[in-house]
T-cell receptor
Framework: EAGVAQSPRYKIIEKRQSVAFWCNPI?????LYWYQQILGQGPKLLIQ????????DSQLPKDRFSAERLKGVDSTLKIQPAKLEDSAVYLC??????????????FGPGTRLTVT | KNEVEQSPQNLTAQEGEFITINCSYS?????LHWLQQHPGGGIVSLFM???GKKKHGRLIATINIQEKHSSLHITASHPRDSAVYIC?????????????FGQGTILTVHP
């Protein structure tokens, strides 16, 4: 079974530039998550999709971040314009409902973004 | 106070030692996850548990729902166990598996 795919793996941009990340979840997983992980911290949920609908985007800085999941499969996360504090690893994960209210999440390798 | 607290934040051990990482949480959960993250790598799920104890190889995870506490044990630690170990809790209901993460425990095992 193929895992969660993300691209690019690394990206270096200057502040005020734009950047986009792509995620392809595991086939059949209805739920997709984007996380931001700043060095030394645990991941923080940015946005969560159930199929192509948004379940939670309460921590997404909507003035500069946007995400979409067209057709309920692949997803893109965009930052426009980037700030220095956006330097982090951006993780994509997908999950399926395993039993009751529990979901097994699978994580992609992440995209390491450096904003200079 | 964070909803998920891990201790210790940093842990150094000699090869062969028994290791324990603790996780306390303050919210109701449907499941607790232990995750492993190697430097530069993605996150791998080690355990998902909602009660009792699970074992996989040299790794053991326990959870006490009443005390809202979980532990991850590594027996006969090895340098390849060096990684960041993250505790995360999943809410139930309509959250569709949303996880709240601890800050992680950095484990270094020396040969």
């Amino acid at each position: 079974e193929a895992g969660v795919a993300q691209s690019p793996r690394y990206k270096i941009i200057e502040k005020r530039q734009s950047v986009a990340f792509w995620c392809n979840p595991i086939s059949g997983h209805a739920t997709l998550y984007w996380y931001q992980q700043i060095l030394g911290q645990g991941p923080k949920l940015l946005i969560q999709f159930q199929n192509n609908g948004v379940v939670d985007d309460s921590q997404l800085p909507k003035d500069r971040f946007s995400a979409e999941r067209l057709k309920g499969v692949d997803s893109t996360l965009k930052i426009q314009p980037a700030k220095l504090e956006d330097s982090a690893v951006y993780l994509c994960a997908s999950s399926f409902r395993s039993r009751g209210d529990t979901y097994e999440q699978y994580f992609g390798p992440g995209t390491r973004l450096t904003v200079t | 106070k964070n909803e998920v607290e891990q201790s210790p934040q940093n842990l150094t051990a000699q090869e062969g030692e028994f290791i324990t990482i603790n996780c306390s949480y303050s919210v109701g959960i449907s499941a607790l996850h232990w995750l492993q993250q190697h430097p530069g790598g993605g996150i791998v799920s080690l355990f998902m548990l909602s009660s009792g104890k699970k074992k996989h190889g040299r790794l053991i995870a326990t959870i006490n729902i009443q005390e809202k506490h979980s532990s991850l044990h590594i027996t006969a630690s090895h340098p390849r166990d060096s990684a960041v170990y993250i505790c995360a809790v999943g809410a139930g209901g309509t959250s569709y598996g949303k996880l709240t993460f601890g800050q992680g425990t950095i484990l270094t095992v020396h040969p």
